[in-house]
């Protein structure tokens, strides 16, 4: 199950901030998309990620179905951008279909460069999921979103075409906000405290996305 997706094969066998914590993984795949934009303009569309907060970016009519009550934010909210090690960032809400909430915990951040997240599995192993910046010199940026988990149970294989589909999304729905052609382009500083990463954007809005 181990496969690259729109990624170059020396991008799949690089190694990413993350890795470490699913140091052997029996599953994952690497994906790879060329955004028109800084790494400066990608950054805070990934600091404001999760359930409650600015979504996944990715086909919302799947979230919805799933009853995850995600909502896709296509500008930047100020009370969104500040993330920290150890920050807890929900996938689902608490509690979800009878069973406690899914989330991950921020293992790993390098401002405007990487972000790498740890998550518990539903069948009790762990895994990770990763973005990585690179700037190229003609004013766009490469972005890498890798995901690596232990043994997969069979509904796991099942799903995994859903899930594939979905992180694809992810990276598109990226492109398209950090490109301008959803909500406008937000141009930002990125300044950092200690743990704490702050985005400052020159033009947000705090009112024109929903809120879970």
């Given at each position: 199950m181990r496969q690259a997706y729109s990624a170059t094969e020396s991008e799949?066998?690089?190694r990413l901030p993350g890795d470490d914590i699913v140091p052997f993984p029996e599953a994952g795949y690497t994906m790879g998309i060329?955004?028109?934009a800084t790494p400066a303009e990608i950054w805070p569309w990934l600091v404001q990620m999760g359930q409650g907060r600015g979504g996944f970016y990715t086909h919302e009519w799947v979230e919805t179905l799933l009853g995850a009550h995600i909502h896709n934010a296509d500008h930047l909210v100020p009370s969104w951008q500040t993330l920290e090690l150890g920050d807890v960032v929900r996938l689902t809400p608490d509690?979800?279909?009878g069973h406690p909430g899914q989330f991950m915990t921020v293992a790993d951040i390098w401002p405007?460069?990487?972000l790498a997240f740890r998550q518990p599995m539903p069948n009790g192993t762990i895994g990770s999921w990763a973005f990585a910046l690179r700037p190229r010199g003609d004013g766009t940026t490469r972005v890498l979103m890798r995901r690596?988990?232990?043994r997969p149970s069979l509904m796991d294989r099942l799903l995994w075409p859903g899930s594939v589909y979905m992180d694809r999304g992810v990276l598109e729905g990226i492109r398209d906000r950090a490109e301008g052609t959803?909500?406008?382009r937000n141009r930002v500083r990125i300044m950092?405290?200690?743990n704490y990463v702050i985005c400052v954007p020159a033009r947000v809005s705090s009112e024109r996305?929903?809120?879970a």
């Open positions: 799949h066998r690089e060329t955004i028109n509690p979800y279909l405007g460069r990487a690596r988990r232990g959803v909500g406008g950092t405290a200690g996305t929903r809120h």
